[in-house]
């Protein structure tokens, strides 16, 4: 009887110990990084925003949103009444800013992997149908593109094909996988087993350590190797002022100045609050919730 329990505690070690050496998360600072870790047994799958590029200007930050909906909420405007307001404009935000690569060599790294005949999909936790934008995935993939950046080039498995309509419980489009919003492992095992995909080891570089896990958690489950690369990149200055004037600007002239010009914008005339064109912008919402009402 000692024995057999013996031997039952050595297999549950060694299943233990398989497990943990099936998954990991490292830190990362360099998306070349990517290239030295994956192999053609590998599916590559990469973050887009904060990890292959973000916003050129200060405009459509996270830092900014959060501001924007703070103000709304003190000017006494409930997210739900003013929405049908305020969901064109951040479309039309979303599909004017500027964006750019967060490294220079960002599209190559992507290129070299697809050259060198390995899968690289985009896992993102981007809208592929969003309120504000019903077709966000044609802006996402503008967004690429002028990065340089085209997943459809990518060598894919039997059984997957660049878009598929048919993977309606999130969404996928020209190699990108869309998570709505929620977490990236059960929307990653959702579209593997739509396509009776498995992997004999999975590569992600995300800069958000939930999404990593959230994936990692899934695999394990599966028993299916998982390397996670958190890419940490130094944040650029973030000006509340400049982003501000970049929203008013892009709403009454259809132009978004940098965040150079913009701060210039605002340094003109008398002084005022860093809210000043984004309370002008919120006045004129007032005004057209007052009209609709009456």
Known sequence: MKQGGGL???????????????????????ITVLEEVVDNETLVLTDIDTTLMESAVSLGWSQWWQHVRQALQRNGLEKATVLPILNPMVGWIMQHIPMKPMESCTAEVVANIQNRGITILALTARHQRAPFCPHFDWVTRKHLRDMGIDFRRSCLPDGI????????????????????????????????RHHGYRPSRVVLIDDRLDMLESVEEVLQQEGIPFLGLHYVREEPPFHLAAANVQWHSLLTTGFVPTDEEALAMFAQGPKRSPDFFLECIIEHMKAILLSVHH
């Open 161 to 192: 094909k660049a878009s598929d309509e048919e993977f309606v419980a999130w969404g996928y489009h020209e190699g990108v996988i869309y998570t709505n919003g929620q977490q990236k492992g059960p929307s990653l095992m959702a579209f593997l």
């Open 8 to 30: 039952v505690a050595l297999v549950c070690l060694l299943v233990v110990l398989c497990s943990q050496t099936q998954a990991e998360i490292r830190l990362v600072e360099a």
